[in-house]
């Protein structure tokens, strides 16, 4: 899904499992995981002077504002805490550079994987890795796999639904842009035509409201609406988009920006070493237990 919105620290998410579990993406890439290119032997020179850069000496690096849990923290991607901003943070020091030297500029959800050029260097904004979207933009390999949630009120009549085939009546809404829209479309079907939002706040308020029966967006988000958003909310269970194809959120490149494998190297050996591991516990930890609906 990735979406835009809801993105600031909380003690909400999903568990390591969900990390390694296979999530949906819309259409699923088949990008691989790269290998530690600053390392590897004949590699391009991934050090900070021989960087591609908007700005020598900077490390650009956008998001969407606001900037939500458990993404972000209160709206600052540039406290360190909230999963992206940590990630950020650690493929920064990978590359050799300090924090000081990170610079954080807003990029549109919409926006971002837009073709032409870019005044970033990468964007971390819970954005999926497409073929589709990969025909305007680039992506660094997945730093984090996903899996699609649904939110009801609990005196819904959809509460209690254990499958799929059960949400097919109910009147969905998605945010504008974001891959729950394809996952809606593709897993549920549902009879009534999908209700498009332009952001997270306007599909909380629409389900407040009785506007719509249920709310999807992307699982840690689900988990961090009904905790902090939507009183008397219920996550009524989780979904992958296909049968076969693994939703992954990647950092997002202006096309063909060399940057990329150097990136791709920074992420190799966060996963390798156990650190992106250890950051997905830290800020997307408890909420593995969201059934899974068929």
């Given at each position: ?193 999908i209700a498009v939002f332009n952001t997270t706040d306007d599909e909380v308020n629409a389900l407040k409201n009785g506007q719509i029966d249920a709310l999807v967006t992307d699982l840690p988000t689900v988990f961090y609406l ?69």
């Amino acid at each position: 899904m990735s979406l835009p919105a809801f993105r600031t620290a909380l003690t909400l998410g999903v568990g390591a499992a969900l990390v390694l579990a296979a999530a949906a993406c819309s259409p699923a890439s088949s990008k691989p995981s790269a290998a530690a290119t600053n390392t590897t032997p004949g590699a391009a020179d991934c050090s900070p002077a021989a960087l591609h850069l908007v700005t020598k000496g900077t490390l650009t690096v956008a998001t969407d504002t606001p900037a939500y849990a458990p993404w972000f923290d209160n709206n600052t991607p540039s406290d360190g805490k909230g999963f992206e901003s940590a990630v950020a943070y650690a493929i920064a020091a990978k590359l050799g550079f300090t924090q000081s030297q990170v610079k954080w500029v807003v990029e549109p959800f919409d926006n971002s994987y837009a073709p032409g050029p870019k005044n970033f260097d990468f964007d971390l904004n819970q954005i999926s890795i497409t073929d589709e979207r990969e025909k305007a933009v680039d992506f660094s390999s997945g730093y984090y796999t996903v899996t699609q949630g649904v939110i009801t009120l609990k005196t819904s009549k959809y509460a209690g639904a254990a499958s799929l085939a059960a949400l097919k009546p109910a009147k969905i809404g998605v945010q504008v842009g974001t891959t729950s829209m394809q996952a809606v479309q593709g897993k549920i079907a549902p009879s009534q035509q999908i209700a498009v939002f332009n952001t997270t706040d306007d599909e909380v308020n629409a389900l407040k409201n009785g506007q719509i029966d249920a709310l999807v967006t992307d699982l840690p988000t689900v988990f961090y609406l009904t905790g902090s958003s939507i009183d008397g909310g219920k996550v009524v269970g989780q979904f992958d988009y296909t049968d076969s194809g693994v939703e992954q959120f990647g950092a997002l490149f202006a096309k063909g920006n060399p940057l990329v494998g150097c990136v791709d190297g920074a992420i190799a050996q966060l996963k390798s070493g156990g650190q992106l591991a250890t950051l997905t516990t830290q800020w997307l930890s408890t909420s593995a237990a969201a059934p899974k609906l068929g």
